[in-house]
C-alpha cells in the first residue's frame, strides 16, 4: 500500500526546531509558602538538601534532554497527532524552519483558547520557548508526493498519516520529512529518539490572541513587538 510513498529516503544531518510551551521569566516556585525572601530562600535550601547529590546534570543535561528530546517518547505523555494515534508510540515533531513551527503551534493553540475560552473578549497571552536540536539518521521523504497523496497535508484528517506512522514505526524507521499542512515549510517526525542531540535554546515567544473577536494570533519574539500575525 505504501510501497510508491515510501520510495525515497535522505541521510539526514542538520538541525531542527521545536516549539513548546515555556515562560520567558523564571517563577519563584515558594512564593505563596512564605510572607518575605528569607521564608522563600529557606524552602528552596531545604528542597536542595532533600536531593541525591549528582554531577549528571553537569556531564549530560538531563533535564535539557527530557524537556527538549525525550518528552514525547515516555509512554504517559504520548498524545494523538499526525503520525500517531497516542496509544501506540510517541513521535516527536520538528520543523527545519522557526516560522514553520509557529504556524504549527498556533494552529492548535488557537483552537485550545476557542475550546477553552470562547466567552472571553480579551487578549489571551501564550508563552512558548523555541530551541533546536540536531538530527542526525536515515529519514523517509514524503516531499514532493503531496499532489498525489493529498491526505499528507489534511488540514483536519489524521486517518492517512497515522496508519503511515504506524507502518514506518512497525520497520523499525527513524522518522520522515513532510510538508507542513499548515504552511509551505517542512516537518520532521521522528520515531527514534536515539537520532536526536545536542538541544539548544533560539528564543521565547508570546503569542495573544482574542477568543471573540477571532482575529490572527500575533506572534512577539521580542516582547510587545509583533514579529507575526498568523
Known amino acids: 500500500m505504501y510501497r510508491d510513498l515510501i520510495s525515497t529516503v535522505v ?41 541525591e547529590p549528582t554531577d549528571e ?12 528530546i525525550s518528552f514525547p517518547f515516555t509512554q504517559i505523555y504520548w498524545q494523538e497527532s499526525r503520525f500517531s494515534d497516542g496509544r501506540s508510540f510517541g513521535v516527536w515533531y520538528g520543523s527545519e524552519e522557526l516560522e514553520t513551527t509557529v504556524h504549527e503551534s498556533v494552529y492548535h493553540w488557537r483552537r485550545f483558547i476557542q475550546d477553552s475560552f ?22 523517509v521523504s514524503l516531499l ?22 504506524a507502518y514506518l514505526k512497525g520497520q523499525n524507521q527513524n522518522g520522515l520529512l513532510t510538508r507542513s ?14 537520532i536526536l542531540s545536542n538541544p ?9 490572541f482574542n477568543p471573540v473577536e477571532r482575529g490572527p494570533v500575533l506572534v512577539e519574539r521580542t516582547k510587545g513587538t509583533v514579529w507575526l500575525a498568523i
Open 181 to 194: 499542512a499548515r504552511c509551505e515549510g517542512i516537518n520532521a517526525a521522528i520515531f527514534n529518539p536515539d
Open 118 to 139: 470562547p466567552g472571553e473578549k480579551r487578549s489571551i497571552c501564550g508563552e512558548r520557548r523555541v530551541f533546536k536540536v540536531h538530527c542526525q539518521g536515515i529519514l
Open 11 to 51: 541521510d539526514y544531518d542538520a538541525p531542527l526546531f521545536r516549539n513548546i510551551k515555556g515562560i520567558r521569566e523564571t517563577q519563584v516556585l515558594f512564593d505563596d509558602l512564605g510572607d518575605d525572601d528569607l521564608d522563600q530562600e529557606f524552602a528552596a535550601a531545604g528542597e536542595n538538601l532533600a536531593k
Open 200 to 208: 539548544l535554546d533560539v528564543c521565547f515567544l508570546t503569542y495573544r
Open 144 to 165: 514532493g508526493k503531496e499532489e498525489q497523496w493529498p491526505a499528507l497535508r489534511d488540514p483536519k484528517s489524521y486517518k492517512f498519516t497515522q496508519g503511515l506512522g
Open 57 to 68: 546534570a553537569l556531564i549530560s543535561r538531563p533535564i535539557d534532554y527530557g524537556k527538549f
